[in-house]
């Protein structure tokens, strides 16, 4: 007997997410040429703009908390995986607190060497966390490893085709990959509503997104036309 994977994964109480085996394929034939020097000039425009955006907004964290909370179903099932906000990075401690009072477990990871993918380790408020690279901050080596059924994605800008732009480590465009090949996950983008743009230069590598939480709203993905 041969098992089957399901084709939509139901983690969102308003979206149907593909599941990993059917999720199309990026056309980056579409903006290879060129890329990543695209994303190196609109990186730098965008994080000017997220510093005014974080200056402008200060009730977004408690905001993104009520989105977070309303867009995830059987929260107390959950293996969520947050982050350490870095800079003007929209701040999820907030939320995780939240969705940990609400049951779910909540793990952050760990950024290796440079080519590394991410590890994840458990994590409850009040634990200690220890510096890693890139001025990360990420629980002890002692902390259970736990793989994530939900990964809350730091970014810099994004687009409605699930596309996002990071610091260009490509952390995530590797751990996202791996995932999936290994268990149904999904990986929301967390973001302030301003860091939209019409469309992300794309590379073979990157990896998609299944939507977009921010202050206001979730974002699903559209399909790339």
């Known amino acids: 007997h041969v098992s089957r994977r399901p084709r939509w994964l139901h983690l969102a109480r308003f979206v149907l ?4 085996m059917t999720r199309p394929a990026s056309d980056s034939s579409l903006d290879a040429e060129g890329a990543p020097e695209a994303k190196t000039a609109l990186r730098s425009q965008m994080l000017a703009a997220r ?4 200056a402008a907004e200060p009730d977004a964290p ?6 977070i909370v309303r867009t995830l179903d059987t929260i107390e099932t959950l293996v969520i995986a ?4 870095i800079g003007d990075e929209l701040d999820p401690s907030l939320a995780l607190e939240a969705l940990q009072n609400a049951g779910a477990s909540i793990v952050l990871p760990v950024a290796g060497k440079s080519g590394d993918v991410l590890a994840f ?4 408020t009040g634990d200690a966390m ?23 994605v730091p ?3 994004f687009d409605t085709f699930g596309y996002r732009l990071g610091f260009g480590g490509g952390y995530y465009d590797r751990t996202l990959p791996k995932l999936r090949a290994q268990k149904n996950i999904v990986a929301y983008g967390i973001g ?3 860091q939209e743009v019409s469309r992300i230069p794309r590379e073979s590598f990157d990896a998609q997104l299944d939507g977009v939480i921010t202050p206001s709203r979730f974002i699903p993905v559209q399909t790339d036309g």
Not at 17 to 20: E, F, K, Q, S
Not at 62 to 67: E, G, I, V
Not at 145 to 151: E, K, L, N, Q
């Open 82 to 85: 947050g982050y350490v906000a």
């Open 17 to 20: 997410v593909p599941d990993p």
């Open 51 to 54: 510093k005014a955006m974080r």
């Open 130 to 152: 220890e510096k890693g690279r890139l001025s990360t901050y990420h629980p002890a080596a002692k902390s259970e490893a736990i793989d994530p059924d939900v990964i809350l």
């Open 121 to 124: 380790r458990a994590w409850q």
């Open 62 to 67: 408690s905001n993104l908390t009520a989105q």
């Open 192 to 194: 302030y509503d301003d």
């Open 155 to 157: 970014l810099v800008a």
